[in-house]
């Protein structure tokens, strides 16, 4: 990845432009043409270095007003994990080591629904399919803040 990827990672992070040649306006931000703003996107997408390019909606403009982290517990010797971050609600899944004693619950979901009550009746679903009866829902008061979990910036170091 050189110089011209990051910066390149830079302008699409920050969006694509909304324009009739968005590829030919980031083209002339960093004075390559657009045909070579279209290869070296998909070279980084082949080499796995950008995932997707999508668009990032803003969810309570289209009514997604419950936003909920779920901490699981499941029973000894349960091996549903991949089951439970296939479930089409999950946006997100993670498993983390429990603290003993003091926080048992060791996989991590994320579920997003227009009401509080959308989620407990997906999360209760979801408790009964996989056979884990202890968890807890923490819904979201406020985003505070929300970026990509890496982003390329000029004091980042190579990340390869």
């Not at 009514?63 to 901490?71: D, E, F």
């Not at 479930?87 to 227009?114: A, D």
Request: charge should be negative.
């Amino acid at each position: 990845m050189d110089q011209t990827d990051r910066r390149l990672i830079i302008e699409l992070e920050r969006g694509i432009p909304l324009t009739d040649e968005p590829f030919a306006e980031i083209g002339l931000r960093l004075g390559i043409t657009e045909d070579e703003v279209i290869l070296r996107i998909r070279r980084l997408r082949e080499e796995g270095i950008i995932r997707k390019i999508r668009a990032r909606i803003n969810q309570r403009q289209i009514g997604i007003m419950a936003n909920a982290l779920v901490a699981w517990k499941p029973p000894e010797g349960w091996s549903g994990h991949e089951e439970l971050a296939s479930k089409p609600g999950v946006s997100h899944c993670y498993l983390r080591e429990p603290v003993p004693g003091r926080w048992e619950y060791m996989i991590y979901t994320v579920h997003h629904k227009r009401s509080r009550n959308e989620v407990y009746e997906e999360v209760r679903s979801i408790a009964d399919e996989i056979g884990v009866t202890d968890y807890i829902v923490l819904f979201s008061t406020e985003e505070l803040k929300r970026l990509p979990a890496v982003r390329i910036d000029d004091s980042t170091e190579d990340l390869r």
